[in-house]
């Protein structure tokens, strides 16, 4: 990495030797001017200059980063880098450093996204309500047989390929790996999550005797197409990856939420599976922000469900022990609703289709998920 550094530095010198004054400490570095050829080259080692400095500094600090931390490579990028010559993506980068650099309140309260929540879950109870109770033999649950898991896996791949076909948001599934569906005798903290190492939705093994049928369809969604498959293919910097994680999980459930928009999706199965699991990842949200708050308040919060006790007890415990993380997804996700005019309730109640500025919106989101979403917002805004 460092020879890679040498050089670079070597050829900007050489081709900006006549733009360049000498640099004072904390003076950012600027270039002259320059045509054809030159500035073509000059921009592209620039960039890669840009890129090089961020690598090193990510491979060294591994670790949480503090504010500054960020304000130690925005300095070094300064001073090292002619700012104007980067690239639309190092912009962005540059703009979520800027922000991150500054110090953090002593505490971050989260009235907002509070009021959102509970805002968005009352919604939902209405609207489940009015479903009435599920149709015990819709949802039975796949049960411990080889023949009934195998069913169910295949169900969810029959899913995914479905939308894939359909692709209502006209997103580029083309370039993607392949996709695999299989149980692991991993012990996870959830019953399905996807596995970026293999591009594969993994079903819990002790799982099977939870899930229902309909809710293959929910999986392949969120975490198939059009969500964590699609979504993590790789993208930005690793400056930013715990934001960069939730944000993903974030807009995976708003896409989900968007397909009440669809009328593939509109069927009483689909809609029941869906804002289930809505109404459970909103519930977890909140759980995360009252800690306080028992198993009975957190059953109340969620209404009628098709979720037997168990798995609910199940929810509210790994809530309650990954608070940070799942009140940065619901930040994400109320500013995502929020930019996009998506609501996510508003969105199972079949009153519309998808309008084209929601569907503008959630593309051109799609695009700053590597980011602090308040930070490429506000500097694009």
């Given at each position: 990495?460092?020879?890679?550094?040498?050089?670079?530095?070597?050829?900007?010198?050489?081709v900006?030797?006549?733009?360049?004054?000498?640099?004072?400490?904390?003076?950012?570095?600027?270039?002259?001017?320059?045509?054809?050829?030159?500035?073509?080259?000059?921009?592209?080692?620039?960039?890669?200059?840009?890129?090089?400095?961020v690598?090193?500094?990510?491979?060294?600090?591994?670790g949480?980063?503090?504010?500054?931390?960020?304000?130690?490579?925005?300095?070094?990028?300064?001073?090292?880098?002619?700012?104007?010559?980067?690239?639309?993506?190092?912009?962005?980068t540059?703009?979520a450093?800027?922000?991150?650099?500054?110090?953090?309140?002593?505490?971050?309260p989260?009235?907002?996204?509070?009021?959102?929540?509970?805002?968005?879950?009352?919604?939902?109870?209405?609207?489940?309500?009015?479903?009435?109770?599920?149709?015990?033999?819709?949802?039975?649950?796949?049960?411990?047989?080889?023949?009934?898991?195998?069913?169910?896996?295949?169900?969810?791949?029959?899913s995914?390929?479905?939308?894939?076909?359909?692709?209502p948001?006209?997103?580029?599934?083309s370039?993607?790996?392949?996709?695999?569906?299989?149980?692991?005798?991993?012990?996870?903290?959830?019953?399905?999550?996807?596995?970026?190492?293999?591009?594969?939705?993994?079903?819990?093994?002790a799982?099977?005797?939870?899930?229902?049928?309909?809710?293959?369809?929910?999986?392949?969604?969120?975490?198939?197409?059009p969500?964590?498959?699609?979504?993590?293919q790789?993208?930005?910097?690793?400056?930013f990856?715990?934001?960069?994680?939730?944000?993903?999980?974030?807009?995976?459930?708003?896409?989900?939420?968007?397909m009440?928009?669809?009328?593939?999706?509109?069927?009483?199965?689909?809609?029941?599976a869906r804002?289930?699991?809505?109404t459970l990842?909103?519930?977890?949200?909140?759980?995360?922000?009252?800690?306080?708050?028992?198993?009975?308040?957190?059953?109340?919060?969620?209404?009628?469900?098709?979720?037997?006790p168990?798995?609910?007890?199940?929810?509210?415990?790994?809530a309650?022990?990954?608070?940070?993380?799942?009140?940065?997804?619901?930040?994400?996700?109320?500013?995502?609703?929020?930019?996009?005019?998506?609501?996510?309730?508003a969105?199972?109640?079949?009153?519309a289709?998808?309008?084209?500025?929601?569907?503008?919106?959630?593309?051109?989101?799609?695009?700053?998920?590597?980011?602090?979403?308040d930070?490429?917002?506000?500097?694009?805004?």
């Open positions: 990495m460092s020879v890679i550094r040498a050089v670079t530095t070597g050829l900007l010198a050489a900006a030797l006549v733009g360049c004054s000498s640099l004072q400490p904390g003076e950012p570095r600027t270039t002259s001017p320059a045509s054809g050829n030159q500035g073509f080259l000059r921009t592209q080692l620039e960039q890669a200059l840009f890129n090089e400095i690598v090193r500094f990510s491979a060294a600090h591994p949480p980063l503090e504010p500054k931390d960020y304000q130690n490579l925005l300095t070094e990028l300064e001073q090292t880098v002619a700012l104007t010559e980067i690239s639309s993506l190092q912009q962005q540059l703009n450093l800027r922000k991150s650099a500054q110090p953090h309140p002593p505490e971050e989260a009235p907002g996204l509070a009021a959102w929540v509970a805002q968005e879950l009352a919604a939902l109870r209405r609207i489940r309500a009015s479903l009435g109770t599920t149709d015990p033999g819709l949802f039975q649950t796949v049960g411990p047989t080889r023949a009934a898991r195998q069913q169910f896996l295949g169900l969810i791949e029959a995914i390929e479905t939308h894939r076909v359909l692709n948001l006209g997103l580029q599934f370039d993607l790996p392949p996709l695999l569906v299989k149980p692991s005798l991993l012990d996870a903290q959830t019953a399905f999550f996807y596995q970026p190492d293999d591009a594969s939705i993994r079903i819990t093994a799982s099977f005797n939870d899930l229902s049928f309909p809710e293959a369809e929910v999986i392949a969604l969120i975490h198939g197409l969500g964590s498959h699609f979504l993590r790789p993208i930005g910097t690793p400056l990856s715990d934001a960069q994680t939730e944000n993903q999980n974030a807009m995976a459930i708003l896409l989900l939420a968007a009440g928009h669809v009328a593939f999706y509109q069927t009483p199965y689909s809609q029941i804002i289930d699991f809505l990842s909103l519930a977890r949200y909140q759980k995360a922000m009252r800690p306080a708050q028992t198993f009975a308040q957190f059953q109340a919060s969620i209404g009628p469900s098709h979720y037997a168990e798995r609910l007890q199940r929810a509210f415990s790994s309650a022990a990954l608070p940070r993380a799942l009140i940065l997804q619901g930040h994400a996700l109320r500013s995502l609703s929020t930019k996009t005019g998506l609501s996510i309730s969105a199972q109640t079949h009153e289709t998808l309008t084209k500025a929601q569907r503008n919106g959630l593309l051109r989101h799609l695009n700053r998920l590597a980011w602090p979403l930070a490429v917002d506000s500097a694009s805004e």
